[in-house]
Structure formats: C-alpha cells, structure tokens
C-alpha cells in the first residue's frame, strides 16, 4: 500500500438561542451531517469552517471554539479533522445544491450530548422522530438571529435608578449613593451617554459612553468615542443584545464627529477580551498599572 495523503477536514455546529443547525445529505441513507469541507490551500482551520457553512448553508457564523478533533483513515487517505462550536451571526439558510433539507435540534442537555456523540463517532443514524425537532425554519431563523425583541433607550430621570442598579453589577466594589451622585453630575455632561435595553418592561443590559479629546491608546483622530461599559444580564447573554448597545453607541459617537471609537479592559478579564475582539475592536497596547503608597 502506498503513503497515505493525509487530508484536513472542518466542521461546525451551529449555536445560536438554543437550537443547533445540522445538514441533510441527498442519498437512500438519509445522512445527517454537520455543515463543513476540506481545508483549502492557505486557510486556517477557522477560516474553512466560515468558508463550507456559508457556502453550505447562507449563514455567516462566528467560530467559538474547538469541540474536538477525528481522524478517519480510508484507504489511501488519513482525514483529520476538526469539530468547531459556532455562534450564528447572520445570514438566510440558501442550500447548496449538496443538500435538500435541515433542521433544527432543540438544544436541551440530553439532546446535545446525543448529537454530539453521533458526529463524534461517526454514528451519525439515530431514531428522527425523537431526536429530530420539526420546526417552521423561517421564523425560528428570525427569532434566532435578531436579538432585538427589545428596545434601547436613553438613560434619563425615570429610567436612572435601574440604570444604576445594573451598573452596580457591573461594578460591585462601588456603594450604591455614590455611584448615583458621580453618576448625575456625569449625565449633566454632553459629552457622556448611556443607553439601557429594554425587554417586557424589565431592563437587562446598558451602555455607557463618553466623547473623549485627549489622546486615546491606538487612535488617530479626535474626538473619540469611548466605551465606558456594557453589561448585559447573565441569563440574556448570547442573543446579540450587547452587539445591539454597541451599534447605538457607535451611531452616538458617529453624530458627534467621531470616525473611531476606544475601549479598555482589566488584564485578567478574558470573556471581555473575546467579546471585544469578536465586535471589530482591535488590541493597541497592553498597559500594566502600578500604585506605591507614600
């Protein structure tokens, strides 16, 4: 037997409000399939699995992370591949003409860790009626990607108290009167903004914004927009909501003149760091702070 080509294939699983997005090949087998391909010459493994979904499936996905890695040899070729977690941005499923149907898995525990350990080991025929959850694809796509059954609204005198009631949660080592009084003068300021999102009459998430002259890390323009903070409620995360903020935000900066906006994070704060990165903010400059009692 001759060497072995060594191919590298990657797949994804399609997260996005609890349903997971699988792909359903033509043939008498009826094989389920999660949407991917080969790697091309010059990508990485992310940039393939962005590539063969939106080509498969019409949908622009945001890779999360790595599930796992296969190999499967078949005669003269080793595959090895990669399973990638991806979080569903945007987009209308149009399929390739490799694929006639899809559908939406509920993404409960028990259901995932089966789907899961099907693709995982390739035993990927199980009983669709049980596992296999028929929905109407269009509006739960809809309800999916949008993140926007909400409503964003300026911070004033009658929303000001959950306004701070959430910053609080964002900052915890402040004192409730304190941050209201620092608060208040700021917002009597122009150059300070901050939006809440509002959902079923409850607020779960805010903005806080500033328009800032002197010179800000990385830019090359002023005034710069400055985003002060963005919190959303743990249990509302996920749903494009603070993506929801920023876009606000940034239209904010753009009406008062600003071309850029900036950004900072505690060193340590990994999570803020991915959403940062996943928004279009790129890194400046790594800045380590020192304080030395007198």
Avoid at 172 to 195: H, I, S, T, Y
Wanted: net charge negative; hydrophobic share 35%; with cysteine.
């Amino acid at each position: 037997m001759g060497k072995r080509v060594i191919e590298f294939a990657v797949k994804g699983l399609i997260i996005k409000n609890k349903h997971f997005l699988v792909m359903h090949k033509k043939g008498d087998d009826h094989q389920w399939e999660l949407p991917g391909g080969r790697m091309e010459f010059g990508e990485t493994a992310e940039m393939t699995v962005v590539r063969e979904i939106e080509e498969e499936t019409g949908l622009v996905v945001e890779p999360v992370k790595i599930l796992d890695t296969w190999n499967l040899v078949r005669e003269d070729r080793q595959i090895t591949g990669i399973i990638y977690l991806c979080s569903l941005k945007e987009g209308k499923i149009k399929l390739s003409h490799e694929h006639d149907a899809y559908r939406w898995i509920p993404a409960d525990r028990d259901s995932f860790e089966q789907l899961y350990d099907c693709f995982k080991s390739k035993m990927v025929k199980w009983d669709w009626n049980q596992l296999i959850h028929d929905v109407t694809i269009e509006e739960d796509l809809k309800n999916s990607i949008s993140g926007t059954d909400g409503s964003i609204v300026e911070v004033k005198d009658e929303n000001f108290h959950e306004w701070v009631t959430l910053c609080l949660k964002l900052w915890p080592a402040n004192k409730g009167e304190d941050m209201e009084d620092e608060f208040r003068q700021l917002m009597k300021l122009p150059k300070n903004k901050a939006f809440l999102y509002k959902k079923d009459e409850e607020y779960i998430g805010f903005i806080n914004l500033s328009l800032r002259s002197d010179y800000v890390e990385g830019s090359s323009s002023s005034p710069v927009g400055y985003l002060e903070g963005i919190y959303v409620e743990p249990s509302f995360r996920k749903n494009y909501i603070a993506k929801s903020l920023l876009e606000k935000g940034e239209a904010w900066a753009r009406e008062n003149g600003c071309t850029q906006i900036g950004s900072d994070i505690e060193y340590h704060n990994e999570l803020s760091y991915v959403f940062h990165t996943n928004v279009g903010f790129k890194e400046a400059n790594k800045l380590i702070c020192f304080i030395k009692d007198l």
